[in-house]
């Protein structure tokens, strides 16, 4: 699952980098395509010295092009180009005087640098290229009409700078928000339950291994609990798949809302309850102060069927089977400890059901053979007592 999700998260980055990557192979073309033909000319007009500086700028943007073609990543030819393009621009402002009118070109230089890189990068370049030309500006101040075209194209070039890198950060904000809610949907689908919302089983077991690890040593009390809803099956046979589902939905909701689902240090989610397969649901109780506690916790969670369809001809006195174990008293690693709750949970079905369990020495025994007297907490026997309804209740430990 895993895989799952590194792969699709990694395929969304390689689109982020083709994208990217024919961003830079066609500003390579088009450079390539201009070099050269600047170069023709520098030799034509015999300015040997431009034309031998384009024809080693040519061979290198070349060199780059091909580099980027014949491998996946973009192997910094971003980088490389970037500095082939800013050696270009420092040309154009060395150079101005004899050629006045190439001072445009700095417009789709700048430009390039800032499109082709992540947007510090750029940012960075563009930044070095308006104080190239304001450098050029303030030493090349000798004729009186250059310096007033100077100064007008300096600020055209410093406000296409922060236009510019204005566009680049917002684009690369709306990537980073595109990223996170890719990874969230991908994240929901890898390990959530699609009917219920609740965490599926692989990412429960995923969880819940590392945080039995966490809390081995405290003083609090962690436990499994496994639930089972009674009699599902004759749901879904009598009214069929879609009541079921409601049922499945009703009950997670019921769950969530009555039982902490958030780490008490860090107020982050976690995925402590969980659909296991079909009708059946797990939760890792943790950090619970008492024994006491967690049996207010359990009959919370006994009732929650209470009252659910009282507005309904269709579906009466749902109930759940609950078996409960104890970390590290009943096992000492997640497998067993699931096993032993499993255990106490089919316990207290064949006791009668619409009860909890705890998972105790005589199981094996209660299984097969079932006594009067179960040892079990029935709920039905309780019925008369004053049941608050779940929503009432505030999200507490557990």
């Known amino acids: 699952m895993s895989n799952f999700v590194a792969g699709h998260l990694e395929e969304m980055a390689d689109i982020r980098a083709t994208r990217k990557r024919k961003l830079v192979s066609l500003c390579s073309v088009i450079s390539l395509i201009t070099l050269a033909g600047y170069g023709v000319v520098h030799f034509y007009n015999q300015d040997y010295s431009l034309a031998i500086i384009n024809l080693i700028c040519t061979v290198i943007v070349t060199t780059n092009l091909w580099r980027l073609k014949r491998h996946q990543g973009l192997q910094y030819?971003?980088?490389?180009?970037?500095?082939?393009?800013?050696?270009?621009?420092?040309?154009?402002?060395?150079?101005?005087?004899?050629?006045?009118?190439?001072?445009?070109?700095?417009?789709?230089?700048?430009?390039?640098?800032?499109?082709?890189?992540?947007?510090k990068i750029g940012l960075v370049c563009s930044s070095l290229f308006c104080l190239m030309a304001l450098a050029a500006n303030i030493f090349q101040q000798s004729q009186t009409e250059l310096h007033s075209v100077q100064t007008g194209f300096l600020f055209g070039l410093i406000v296409l700078c922060i236009i510019c890198n204005t566009a680049a950060y917002y684009y690369a904000k709306l990537l980073r928000y595109i990223q996170l809610l890719y990874r969230e949907g991908i994240e929901d689908l890898a390990y959530l339950d699609q009917l219920t919302g609740l965490a599926n089983r692989w990412s429960f077991e995923s969880w819940a291994q590392k945080k039995l690890s966490e809390v081995g040593n405290l003083s609090t009390t962690t436990a499994l609990v496994f639930l089972d809803i009674d009699d599902f099956k004759q749901v879904n046979d009598t009214y069929g798949h879609d009541?079921?589902?409601?049922?499945?939905?009703?009950?997670?909701?019921?769950?969530?809302?009555?039982v902490r689902s958030r780490d008490r240090k860090s107020n982050h989610h976690d995925y402590s309850i969980a659909r296991f397969a079909g009708d059946e649901f797990v939760i890792l109780l943790y950090d619970v102060r008492s024994k006491k506690d967690l049996d207010g916790i359990l009959k919370r969670i006994s009732h929650l069927f209470h009252d659910s369809y009282a507005d309904t001809n269709k579906i009466r006195d749902l109930t759940v089977s609950v078996g409960v174990a104890l970390y590290p008293q009943d096992a000492d690693n997640l497998s067993e400890l699931t096993r032993c709750a499993d255990k106490a949970m089919y316990a207290a079905k064949h006791c009668g059901k619409n009860q909890f369990k705890y998972y105790s020495g005589d199981i094996l025994t209660t299984l097969t053979e079932i006594p009067m007297d179960c040892n079990v907490h029935n709920i039905a026997q309780k019925s008369s007592r004053h049941i608050h309804k779940p929503e009432q209740h505030d999200k507490r430990n557990g």
């Open 77 to 119: 030819t971003d980088i490389l180009l970037s500095g082939v393009l800013m050696f270009q621009g420092l040309l154009l402002l060395l150079y101005h005087a004899h050629y006045p009118e190439r001072l445009v070109w700095l417009f789709p230089l700048m430009v390039s640098v800032i499109a082709i890189n992540e947007f």
């Open 243 to 258: 009541v079921g589902d409601r049922v499945l939905q009703n009950f997670a909701r019921r769950l969530k809302n009555n």
